[in-house]
């Protein structure tokens, strides 16, 4: 599970790195692709989107977390306890239950959003959408 966790949240930044700026109208776009698991979306994001977090100096989407669910709840339940938590549904993975969420809110009480989430027993991982791997001061070149 873990290794399914790790490879949506690298594929999320990947995805982000290569279309960042790529959009010809300057319309969010999205990718899609399905798959037995029901599809899959990401959310790209506009350069005027990012913001730098002070924590790690990583570049993030504002206001957007990725929410990572147990396998044991079916879809249409974490679809709800998001609606219900006040974000928007703006990527999806569903073959591993991942979703990127957006909420109106930014620094602490964005960071109180994803403990709020992190205390949910159906919830297994709340993160930033972080979308510059290469400028994580851990990230080895």
Excluded: W
């Excluded at 957007?64 to 006040?86: D, Q, V, W």
């Amino acid at each position: 599970m873990l290794f399914s966790l790790a490879r949506a949240g690298a594929l999320v930044s990947t995805l982000a790195l290569l279309n960042v700026g790529c959009e010809k109208d300057g319309s969010t776009s999205f990718l899609s692709t399905s798959s037995e698991g029901g599809g899959s979306s990401f959310f790209i994001p506009k350069p005027e989107d990012l913001v730098e977090d002070p924590e790690t100096g990583l570049k993030v989407i504002r206001g957007t977390l990725n929410i990572h669910f147990s396998p044991k709840i079916p879809r249409e339940e974490a679809e709800k306890a998001i609606a219900a938590s006040g974000g928007e549904i703006v990527g999806y993975d569903h073959a591993v239950n991942f979703f990127q969420v957006r909420f109106k809110l930014e620094g602490a009480e964005l960071d109180k959003k994803r403990i709020e989430l992190l205390s949910s027993k159906n919830v297994e991982m709340v993160t930033a959408t972080s979308v510059s791997v290469h400028e994580d001061p851990y990230y080895v070149k």
